[in-house]
C-alpha cells in the first residue's frame, strides 16, 4: 500500500443549524498535483483527472464508513474514460485515458465545443461495502452537458432523488496546477424553496472558485460564501490523501485470470512479465521462475494452499 500524504488536500463537511441543508467542500490542489505527476499527464488530462478525483471524493464523502465509491466516466470528448475510486476515509485514487484530437469527433449532435470537454456518454457511480462487495449500489445516468459538475448534479437528482449542485474545478496557470476543488450542497427534508433559492443565489454569484482552492485556501471559506445567509455548523474536516491498494497479491490473482495459453506465451516469448497498475503507475515484475510458478498454480489448482 503506498499512501501518499497531501495533508492541505481536505474536506470540510457543514450542515445547517436547521439540519435541511448540508454541504462539503474539498481543497485538493496537492493531491491533484500528485496525481497528475504520478500519471505524467497532459494540462488537458490533468483538468480531466483533478475533476474526476473531486467528484469522486464529493461522492465518497458522504458514503457510510467501509462503503468504496467507483466512479466510472465514459466520454467522446477530450476524454474516453476516468475511473476513480473514492473511501470515506478520505482516501482517493483514480486515472485519466485522453482521446487523442484526431479521434474527437466533431459534428452534430456531438459538438464538443458546444457540449463540454467529457462529450457526451455515461457516468456510473458503484458503491460496494467493503472488498467483497455485497449488494453493489449501481446508479447510471447519461453524461447529458459534458461538464462534470453539471452531470454530477443531474446524477444525484435522477440516481438519488436528492436535488444538489456541484462545482469542480481544476485551474492550470503557467501549465501547472494552480488550484483544483470543488464543492457539493444538498436539499435535505424540511429544505424549503427559499431556503434553496438563498444557497443557489450565492452559487450563482461565485466569480471563480479556482480563486477558493488554492493550496493554503480554507474550503471553509467556500462553504462560507455559499451558506452565507443559511448558518451552518461544520461537521467533519478530513485531510484527504492519492492512495493505491494495489499489491503483489492482488497482480497475482489478477495474472491467474488471465490464463494457461496466455501465461506460457509470456513464459516463452519473453521469460517474464511486467504488470502495471493503471491506478498509480506501480510497476510489477514476475520473472521465469515466478512465471513457471503460476503456470503450476493454474494447471494444478488443487495443490494450491
Ligand atoms: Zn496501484
Redesign the pocket.
Known sequence: M?THIASKSRWIKCISTHGNIRGVAIQATELVREAAKIHGLSEIGSRGLGEAIVGGLLIGSYCKAGERVNLNIQGAGHYKQALVDAYPDGTV?GYVIERPEEEIVRGTPAVIDEIGPWGQGLLSVLRTKGEEGKQPYIGTVPLLTGYLAKDLSFYWVQSEQVPSAVGLVTQIKDGKIASAGGFLVQAMPGATAADIQAIEAHINHLQSIGDDFTPDENPLHLLSKIFQSTAFVVVEEKPLAFS???SWERVQRALVLVGLEELKAMLKEDHKATIR??????EYKVDADGLERLIEQVSFPGERN
Open positions: 503506498s485514487r493505491c491498494n494495489c497498475c493503471d491506478f498509480c503507475t506501480k
